[in-house]
């Protein structure tokens, strides 16, 4: 079983600082760089040029690679964080345990006994009434698997209803 650090090891790539500034690294370690170039990357939208320019996709080959690992290993994170835990951290698999339930509260007053009502038709009963359901000993939600199972005599039947 792993642990999760509580802060991350890395650092932004970069920040952005004043017009027309060279780059440099700033006191608390991080790189700041041109406003200019700022909005220039983060204008960035298609990395076609990048492949379609040889001399620049050779000299950057490699770190092109390495982004699309990493782009995989963040995709896979993402799927099992949202398959282990869910998409809402309130409800997710691994909240901590359940507080002491708080005290009850005093009994209300009794209400008044509402009338009687009318009666209901007569069911249908014996050979003519519906014999289809005779059979059946449970019909349960099994919350695990995500399945309805019914037993119908001895045998389970499991069904996974569409979303």
């Known amino acids: ?82 398959d282990a835990f869910g998409k809402d951290s309130s409800t997710a698999a691994s909240q901590g345990t359940k507080g002491d339930t708080g005290n009850t509260g005093p009994q209300g007053p009794q209400g008044n006994t509402g009338e009687t009502g009318p009666a209901g038709a007569d069911g249908k009963n014996g050979t003519n009434g519906n014999s289809h359901l005779d059979n059946i000993k449970s019909i349960t939600f099994n919350e695990k698997s995500g399945q309805l199972q019914i037993t119908i005599g001895d045998a389970i039947y499991n069904f996974t209803p569409a979303k």
């Open 1 to 82: 079983m792993a642990n999760i650090n509580e802060n991350i090891r890395g650092k932004k790539l970069y920040k952005e600082g004043s017009e027309g500034q060279e780059a440099s690294k700033n006191t608390a370690g991080e790189i700041v760089i041109s406003k200019e170039k700022s909005e220039e990357l983060n204008a960035l939208d298609d990395i076609s040029d990048l492949f379609n320019d040889n001399a620049v996709y050779q000299t950057n080959k490699f770190l092109l690679k390495q982004v699309e690992d990493l782009r995989q290993d963040v995709e896979e994170l993402h799927t099992f964080i949202k």
